[in-house]
């Protein structure tokens, strides 16, 4: 497993923020990373090309998605998922846990896996570890997720007991299906928002000695103060030497504060989502750009982005195209949009670096947040 080795460069003299560099077959990831996630092979709105630009390193896929269209056997035949979307760096596909949350109403679990039905055609479609493992192993990526029970949030502390057992024994069946070295499993720790199921889970993952690690469960409704409790008690019970990566948590706030607690990797839509909506992220605020002031205003969106977009385009140009409904106005807010989380995790890697962390980003650190 040495083509997955990650290795920590500096550590901050005060939280457990860490800068490491994770090894994969595509290349290595500069930690931490918000890394954009692209569904169906594709960032939405965005060519690999244009991705590239952005400064982002790895890109996520989801199986449960590929499987449906057009299939791992069509994917598997083009040459893998980088080959077929045409991105040459890292990649990692999510197991279609994730599916077991957001289609609670078109799916039923057993302990043999989970059944959906297709909102495309209506087929039933039996997801269970093995065969969650062989789909990814088809699809290719770098970086592979055990097959999870993702329970609801709320949820009473049976129901979220249960499914974080069941996790741990898909898990194991999860390793038992994988055969391909080149490929890294990672275990996702459930266990809702008890500490004491968390913990529990942490210790009992990290005693399998896998690649990677990731905290799931903690972008499906709850509050950011339960999603900060949920990461700091869990984070530190991982082992030092493997990465960590915090499921679907994009925000600044949400990161600043996770990576304070050990984080390494983050995933989520809203870069692009938000681009489709007329949307920019500008340095931790959100700017509707389609608004009546922008009209006339022939600046760039950020003068400090070094972005395609910034460096091309007015916000006046930007709200014309939104305006007009012009195809044009999504794929310029989406580079812009994915630079603008990439450079702030690639500033939060400087500044830890130069053990500058918390001096750096204490403002987002200080926020009081009620964790009780």
Not at 137 to 154: H, K, R, S, T, W
Not at 250 to 264: N, Q, W
Not at 328 to 333: K, P
Request: some cysteine; hydrophobic content about 40%; overall charge neutral.
């Amino acid at each position: 497993m040495k083509q997955f080795e990650y290795r920590c460069e500096a550590r901050c003299s005060h939280t457990l923020a860490r800068a490491g560099i994770f090894q994969t077959p595509h290349g290595p990831v500069e930690t931490p990373r918000f890394m954009p996630v692209g569904t169906l092979a594709n960032v939405k709105t965005v060519t690999p090309a244009q991705l590239e630009t952005t400064g982002a390193q790895m890109v996520l896929a989801n199986t449960y998605h590929l499987h449906l269209q057009p299939g791992e056997a069509i994917v598997a035949a083009a040459g893998g998922v980088h080959r077929f979307m045409g991105w040459n760096g890292p990649m990692l596909t999510d197991s279609g846990g994730f599916q077991v949350f957001s289609l609670s109403q078109m799916r039923t679990i057993s302990e043999d896996g989970v059944t959906f039905k297709s909102p495309k055609d209506g087929r039933i479609i039996h997801l269970t570890p093995e065969a969650s493992i062989h789909i990814q192993n088809q699809l290719g990526a770098d970086v592979i997720m055990a097959f999870d029970e993702c329970p609801p949030y709320p949820a009473s502390r049976e129901a979220v007991e249960v499914a974080t057992d069941r996790t741990y024994r898909w898990l194991k069946r999860c390793i038992e299906a994988h055969h391909r070295p080149d490929q890294a499993l990672f275990g996702i720790v459930q266990g809702g928002v008890y500490p004491d199921l968390r913990q529990a889970a942490a210790e009992a993952l990290a005693a399998l000695d896998l690649p990677g690690y990731a905290v799931g469960g903690v972008s499906v409704g709850e509050p950011p103060e339960l999603i900060e409790k949920i990461v700091r008690a869990t984070t530190p019970l991982l082992p030092q030497h493997k990465p960590r990566y915090l499921m679907g948590v994009g925000t600044y706030r949400e990161m600043v504060r996770s990576i304070a607690a050990g984080i390494d990797l983050f995933d989520c839509v809203i870069p692009t989502r938000l681009a489709r909506h007329g949307t920019a992220l500008v340095r931790g605020d959100r700017w509707n750009v389609k608004n009546a002031r922008f009209r006339e205003d022939f600046a760039p969106i950020d003068e400090d982005c070094p972005c395609y977009t910034c460096q091309t385009f007015s916000r006046a140009y930007l709200c014309h195209l939104i305006h007009a409904r012009e195809m044009l106005a999504y794929t310029l807010l989406s580079i812009h949009n994915i630079t603008e989380l990439v450079r702030f995790t690639q500033r939060i890697r400087a500044a830890i670096l130069s053990d500058r962390f918390v001096e750096t980003f204490g403002e987002w650190l200080q926020e009081p947040v009620a964790i009780e």
